[in-house]
DNA sequence: CATAACTACGACTTAATCAGTCCTATATTG
DNA sequence: CAATATAGGACTGATTAAGTCGTAGTTATG
């Protein structure tokens, strides 16, 4: 209830492993798998998605890796958590689908009130970056 | 991710109902589930669980059903989590559970940092109450 | 130019959790 | 004692999360 996914944990762990190195610094995905001794191949594809989503640079073939775009204080976790489950984190699911998934939608009493602890958790997730976790 | 599960959406939409109208009243677990449109024997047991709390006092037998047992201010989400969930609302299971229940403990290098972000949360739910999302 | 060391990505399997249903017991009223 | 409630255990099915596997493409280097 209410936790983050190993996903975005693993994420966090190594994008963690990264800004505790000088920065420029390239890591393979293996070899922060080992380090945070987590499943290589979850991990790889965690890597890929903030790669594609320009968080993480990535060079391709042998001697390759990741590195970190943007400094630390610039990444917000909402947007890691965002990147990696592909879909900005709500508290009911009818803030990111919207009606159409939501069998009791008109009936429902609870979705505006709830709008505020939404907004505050949005805040807390905005204002949280890489930096504060390291 | 990060989601409220259907028994606290429900649960929220019981005590929301109760809070709405004069206090004292009392309400029986068909009758919510009708207004609500919600399924009546998942209704049925969160109640449970909120009157073996404390936080609903229960009447059984014909003409019986459920009223708050505190003041709307009084009720804190965090609470009304911790209740229906059996634990308290945490970003990551070692928080509520510890190291037996994390392979990665030791290694873990996110577990420490993380919890300036689960102090905030904590912070965020104790201090909406029932009577903000009345 | 072949090979080793990488990233990229889709398909699949398994495990775990959540949601929902059903059944029976117990309490209370009239 | 019949009707209407709460109380609560057991079960099933649906959904999602976690983890695995296989393969293709990229690049440095001997």
């Known amino acids: 209830m209410l936790q983050l ?3 975005v944990e693993y994420g966090l762990m190594a994008l963690r492993h990264m800004a505790m190195n000088p920065s420029g610094q390239f890591f393979t995905a293996k070899e922060i798998a080992v380090r945070c001794d987590v499943p290589y191949e979850l991990l790889a594809k965690v890597l890929q998605k903030l790669s594609k989503a320009g968080l993480l640079i990535s060079i391709q073939g042998m001697r390759g890796g990741y590195s970190l775009a943007r400094r630390p204080d610039e990444l917000q976790v909402s ?27 008109d009936s429902c009493t609870i979705r505006r009130p709830l709008e505020k602890m939404q907004h505050n958790l949005n805040v807390l997730l905005e204002n949280t970056t890489l930096e504060q976790i390291i």
Do not use: W
Not at 80 to 104: F, H, L, R
């Open 5 to 7: 996914s190993k996903k």
């Open 79 to 105: 947007k890691i958590i965002q990147v990696i489950e592909e879909e900005k984190p709500t508290i009911t699911e009818c803030y990111a689908e919207g009606m159409d998934n939501c069998s009791i939608y």
